[in-house]
């Protein structure tokens, strides 16, 4: 079984629609991070959290929010979506051993607002 | 401020022979630097990482990568390109103290391989 897990896989969805986007991981790790990729843009951070009450936002945060439930769930929700939100969504783990900061990520969400 | 640049958007080699995609990175800090690989449909996977042990880092599938601090890069070098080696690849820079971990991911090089 994969280790970060991804719902749905992929969405379409209309402008103005709120959308969640769930991720789960089994690796334990304390923090958790939500990206979003687009062609010739690469990775941009939307919100990161160290732990369950520890949540900060990232590079474009912006009409998404996120709820850390417990420390191996980590939900992002686009609160009325819209066009420009359309992207591949990706969940990602890490934790502080080694002072490495190694990521592991998940299989990706693919999001269409139409 | 820390920055990363993949120098080539997209990178064609046949099979059999090497590749090379190249990363520059500015940072005022010793940074940690890795290459991730994605491939069609999937997360990023890490390829390898430079956390100021050697300088020459070895990763999985044949990879590498050498540090070089005079020159401000992290190449990601293989010998003999294989087909499923086609895939898209990441360079990112760390620096400790930033925040989400002082990550900066490079916008990407598509490497294609022809048969």
């Known amino acids: 079984d994969a280790d970060v897990t991804q719902t749905p896989r992929n969405r379409i969805t209309k402008t103005g629609k709120r959308i969640m986007l769930e991720c789960s991981q089994t690796?334990?790790?304390?923090?958790m991070y939500w990206y979003r990729q687009d062609p010739g843009l690469g990775l941009r951070l939307i919100y990161y959290s160290f732990d369950v009450k520890d949540i900060n936002k990232g590079e474009i945060s912006d009409g998404y929010s996120v709820s850390r439930q417990a420390q191996a769930k980590f939900s992002l929700s686009l609160e009325s979506a819209i066009p420009n939100q359309t992207a591949l969504y990706f969940c990602?783990?890490?934790?502080?051993?080694?002072?490495?900061?190694?990521?592991?990520f998940g299989p990706g969400t693919r999001l269409t607002v139409t | 401020a820390q920055s990363v640049t993949q120098l080539d958007s997209h990178v064609s080699v046949s099979e059999g022979t090497p590749v090379l995609l190249r990363c520059n990175y500015s940072?005022?800090?010793?940074?940690?630097l890795f290459w991730y690989v994605q491939h069609p449909n999937k997360g990023l996977q890490l390829l390898l990482k430079y956390t100021s042990a050697a300088t020459l880092v070895k990763g999985i599938n044949g990879f590498e990568a050498e540090f070089k601090k005079s020159e401000t890069s992290f190449h990601l070098t293989k010998p003999s390109a294989h087909m499923s080696d086609a895939a898209e690849y990441f360079c990112?820079?760390?620096?400790?103290?930033?925040?989400?971990?002082?990550?900066?991911f490079g916008k990407g090089t598509h490497l294609i391989i022809q048969p």
């Open positions: 690796k334990g790790h304390d923090r």
């Open positions: 990602a783990t890490s934790a502080d051993r080694d002072g490495s900061y190694e990521q592991y």
């Open positions: 940072s005022s800090y010793s940074p940690s």
């Open positions: 990112v820079v760390r620096v400790p103290g930033g925040g989400a971990d002082g990550l900066t």
